[in-house]
């Protein structure tokens, strides 16, 4: 079943290579969406697929790349758009 999340990633997630390997993570499980940096120093996050996958994914969220420092993350669901590919804005 398709389902989309949307997801904020707080910490030390800007200039450690969170959304580039976000990217490449979502593409790997075949999700499609984007992520973003926000001015408030986090990550944004559009993420739409398999629930599975999604739960797979906000895992890795969690913990991110070699350098970032995940403090906190916030998930809610919306629903799916239909997005193609996953971009890094």
Excluded: H
């Amino acid at each position: 079943m398709e389902k989309k999340f949307i997801i904020k990633v707080y910490g030390k997630v800007q200039g450690v290579w969170f959304r580039k390997s976000a990217q490449q993570k979502a593409l790997a499980l075949g999700l499609r969406g984007f992520c973003k940096n926000m001015e408030d120093g986090s990550v944004y996050i559009e993420a739409e697929g398999d629930l599975e996958k999604l739960f797979n994914f906000v895992n890795w969220c969690k913990k991110g790349p070699e350098l970032a420092e995940v403090e906190n993350i916030k998930m809610s669901e919306e629903t799916p758009t239909g997005a193609m590919g996953f971009v890094v804005i």
